[in-house]
C-alpha cells in the first residue's frame, strides 16, 4: 500500500502558527511552502511512519529466540524490502514517482524504531534483572492467565502453588465469574470477553485487551507467565515474550490429538510447553507431559 499523507493540510497548519510565515506576501508564502515546507514534510512524514514500521517490525522479531543483533538486521531488512516496493509502485501511479531517497529515509526510520525497541526492552530487563537479585524465591511474581470457562477450571486446579509465590490471576469477565474480583481482590484483574462468533466485534475487542494487557503486566510485573491459552492468553504472552519474562503454557485437556491456534503460536514462544495427554507429543514434539492437570 502507498503511502498517502495528507501534507497539504499540515503545512497550513504550521504556515499559520509560525509568524514568520504567516506574515510573508502571498505570493512568497505560496512558493515557500511548496518549494521548501512541503518536500520537508513529506520527508519526516515518511521517516515518522517507517518509525513505527520499525517499532513493530522488532517487537515481532525480538519474540524469537534471536539475539537483539539478529533481530534487528532482520527488522531492518524487511523494512528495507518494503520501502523499495512502495517506491516501485508508484512508478506506475501518475503524479508519483519512485525515489532513491525515499527509501534511504524509510530505512532510516526503520533502524530508529528497531533502536528504541532496543534501548527500552533492555532497560527494563536490567531493571526487573535486578529487582530479581534480591528477592527471595516465594517473592517471584507469577502472572496465571487463561480465557473463561473450561480454560479458567483448568488454571485454577493449579491454585494449591498461588502461596508458593506472589501470585495475580487475569481471565475474561463474565456472569459466572465475576464476583472472583471480591475473593481475590488486588490479586485479580479482568480482560474483556469476546467470541469468534462475532468476528468483528472479536478483531476489537482483542485489540483492546492488548492494551488492557500491557497495563496489567507493567502493574504486575511478573517474572513468570503461567497459562492454559487460549485466545485471550495470547497478547499478555508476546509481551512477556518481549521484555523477557518466562512464559510456561500447559495445553488444553479438551485437546488429545489435535493442535490449538493459540498453542501453535505459543509452542515457539513458551519456555516450556505441557500437554495432557501422551498423544499429544506427537503434535508438539518438544513438549512435556506430566499428566492430567485435573
Known amino acids: 500500500m502507498t503511502l498517502v499523507i495528507p501534507v497539504g493540510r499540515v503545512v497550513k497548519f504550521i504556515s499559520e502558527i509560525i509568524p514568520a510565515i504567516r506574515n510573508m506576501p502571498e505570493e512568497e508564502k505560496i512558493e ?11 520527508k519526516v512524514a515518511h521517516f515518522s511512519i517507517y518509525t513505527l514500521l520499525g517499532l513493530w517490525l522488532m517487537n515481532f ?6 539475539s537483539f543483533y539478529q533481530s534487528g538486521v532482520t527488522s531492518v531488512f524487511f523494512g528495507f524490502i518494503y520501502a523499495c516496493s512502495d ?3 508508484q512508478l ?3 503524479g508519483r514517482s519512485g525515489e532513491f531517497l525515499d527509501i534511504c529515509i524509510d530505512t532510516l526510520g526503520v533502524i530508529l524504531g528497531s533502536v528504541i525497541v532496543t534501548i527500552v526492552i533492555k532497560i527494563y530487563r536490567k531493571i526487573r534483572n535486578k529487582d530479581r537479585k534480591i528477592k527471595l524465591d516465594k517473592d517471584i511474581n507469577v502472572l496465571f492467565i487463561s480465557s473463561t470457562g473450561g480454560h479458567f477450571s483448568e488454571l485454577m486446579q493449579l491454585k494449591t502453588l498461588f502461596n508458593e509465590s506472589n501470585y495475580h490471576i487475569v481471565t475474561e469477565k463474565t456472569e459466572s465469574n465475576k464476583n472472583l474480583k471480591e475473593q481475590y481482590g488486588k490479586k485479580f484483574n479482568f480482560l474483556l470477553y469476546g467470541t469468534k462468533k462475532t468476528p468483528i466485534s472479536y478483531a476489537f475487542i ?3 485487551n492488548c492494551f488492557i494487557s500491557l497495563y ?3 502493574k504486575v510485573r511478573p517474572h ?6 487460549t485466545h485471550t492468553a495470547g497478547p499478555m504472552c508476546c509481551i512477556a515474550k518481549i521484555l523477557g519474562s518466562k512464559i510456561i503454557y500447559i495445553e488444553t485437556f479438551a485437546n488429545r490429538t489435535t493442535k490449538t491456534q493459540t498453542g501453535s503460536l505459543l509452542y515457539f514462544l513458551a519456555d516450556s510447553f505441557i500437554v495432557q495427554w501422551d498423544e499429544m507429543l506427537k503434535v508438539y514434539p518438544k513438549a512435556k507431559c506430566f499428566g492430567w492437570i485435573y
Do not use: D, W
Not at 61 to 66: C, G
Not at 224 to 229: F, H, L, Q
Open 32 to 42: 515557500f511552502q511548496n518549494n521548501v515546507m512541503q518536500p520537508i514534510v513529506r
Open 61 to 66: 522479531m525480538v519474540t524469537f529466540k534471536r
Open 87 to 89: 517506491e516501485i509502485h
Open 92 to 94: 506506475f501511479i501518475p
Open 206 to 208: 482483542l485489540l483492546a
Open 216 to 218: 496489567i503486566f507493567l
Open 224 to 229: 513468570i507467565i503461567v497459562t492454559t491459552g
